[in-house]
């Protein structure tokens, strides 16, 4: 009798269009916790400065100052609590001037030569004295280095010796790139897996690699499965491309996130010379709408905690 019951009330909901069990529509709730960016320039680079967003078509920043001003009013409009600031020398300054608690400052020891641009010792000065707190975006694919040349070696001993984090270009650029002002930029050095022999040498090496490695996904999903010390931001390639770039961006989130990568993951803008490129990077992670809260909040901000390994709270 109890089941006769039972299977003449499912029989009576699909006739008058309910379901035997009540369902709750799913509702899309932005995220609104803190964010950390850990990928910002204190310059705009040759290639791209004075030229619109190539997604909103904005102008882009002439000068340094330019950019600070409008990446600050960013900054507070999205609630990030701390950036990495990647700097050349000289540039940083006024920009902790402005804002002392929310930047990170990342010197940057290569720009568009082989040549460094800071020596091992002046960043080691600076690390130690508290000036900076990471080493920036090493920009070896610019400069014409594979990251295992023996000119980036005393940079990756020096990071692994005093323990701190440090952020290397892997990738692709914008097309052209050898063209733009960087003769010496090489595509095929952008290949996560060139990381290797680095990682090998330095064990203890806290190392993250910008912008997914992309296109060499499965590069880096292998990298990363080898490593599990190293991590990866998704600056550019969460907002470049528009609509359809945020597509093929989620296909490569949701991947990451399947194959155990979500505490991995850091949230980067590369803002370069247009600082709304920082709300359609937080759009483009938040639009994702197969992450759960808890997993945008470790791509927003835990992750970057625990890499960087930041004080809490943070406000």
Not at 269 to 294: K, N, R
Request: glycine share 8%.
């Amino acid at each position: 009798m109890k089941y006769n019951l039972i299977a003449f009330l499912l029989l009576a909901s699909v006739i008058v269009g309910q379901p035997a069990e009540p369902t709750v529509a799913r509702q899309k709730v932005a995220y609104s916790g803190p964010i950390i960016d850990v990928h910002l320039h204190t310059e705009p680079p040759l290639s791209v400065i004075g030229k619109p967003n190539p997604v909103t078509g904005v102008k882009g920043a002439s000068s340094a100052t330019e950019l600070r001003d409008a990446t600050l009013k960013e900054c507070e409009k999205y609630h990030i609590v701390r950036a990495v600031l990647n700097a050349l020398p000289g540039t940083a300054e006024e920009w902790v001037k402005a804002d002392p608690k929310r930047f990170l400052v990342a010197p940057m020891v290569l720009k568009d030569s082989p040549k460094a641009v800071l020596t091992v010792e002046a960043l080691r000065k600076q690390l130690q004295n508290g000036n900076a707190k990471l080493v920036g975006e090493i920009l070896g694919q610019y400069a014409g280095l594979r990251p295992d040349d023996a000119v980036l070696e005393p940079y990756w001993k020096l990071a692994e010796e005093l323990d701190v984090p440090v952020m290397i270009h892997m990738g692709t650029s914008f097309p052209g790139t050898a063209y733009a002002g960087y003769p010496a930029f090489r595509l095929s050095f952008g290949n996560p897996m060139l990381l290797e022999e680095v990682l090998v040498r330095h064990p203890r090496l806290r190392l993250w690699f910008a912008h997914g490695g992309e296109p060499w996904t499965e590069e880096t999903f292998a990298l990363m499965s080898q490593y599990p010390q190293v991590y990866m931001d998704v600056a550019t390639i969460d907002w470049i491309g528009g609509i359809s770039g945020r597509e093929r961006f989620h296909a490569f989130l949701q991947q990451a996130i399947r194959r155990g990568f979500g505490k991995r993951i850091l949230f980067g803008s590369d803002q370069m010379a247009w600082p709304d490129a920082i709300g359609l990077a937080v759009e483009g992670v938040d639009s994702a709408e197969f992450l759960t809260p808890e997993q945008k909040r470790d791509i927003f901000y835990s992750n970057a905690v625990r890499f960087l390994r930041l004080p809490e709270p943070l406000n």
